[in-house]
């Protein structure tokens, strides 16, 4: 007897496939919805973010010429800063909305990856687990 973990894909499997989706942002939200709450951690955020001016200052022109000018930190990723500075820019210094939005993006990393999972092994379930 064949498992109904294998089941293939369908055009009537539409709803299941939104149900897994659901199911993935609603786990992952339960998990990561505390974080808005947060505060900054006193590991590197002060040099990343609440005492390194050019981030709170957000995207400005010299913020992006010292983005990809400078290895600040003993790192050189322009990609992180322009991040914090647009994270800055549009939540203000409020660690809080920046880590929501990792957890949307997140959420939709997870969709993106069971579609491309399930469209490549024509299965459904088998990814999600």
Request: hydrophobic share 40%; with cysteine.
């Amino acid at each position: 007897m064949q498992s109904n973990f294998n089941t293939k894909l369908k055009p009537q499997t539409g709803f299941l496939i939104l149900s897994i989706y659901f199911a993935l942002v609603l786990s992952t939200m339960l998990v990561f919805w505390q974080v808005r709450n947060f505060d900054f951690v006193n590991y590197d955020d002060d040099l990343y973010v609440y005492e390194n001016q050019h981030i709170l200052n957000g995207l400005t022109p010299d913020g992006i010429i010292w983005a990809f000018t400078t290895p600040n930190t003993g790192n050189w990723h322009p990609l992180t800063w322009l991040s914090l500075m647009l994270d800055c820019q549009l939540f203000g210094p409020n660690p809080g909305w920046p880590l929501t939005e990792a957890d949307i993006k997140r959420d939709v990393s997870r969709i993106l990856g069971e579609s491309f999972c399930c469209n490549c092994t024509g299965f459904i379930r088998r990814p999600a687990c």
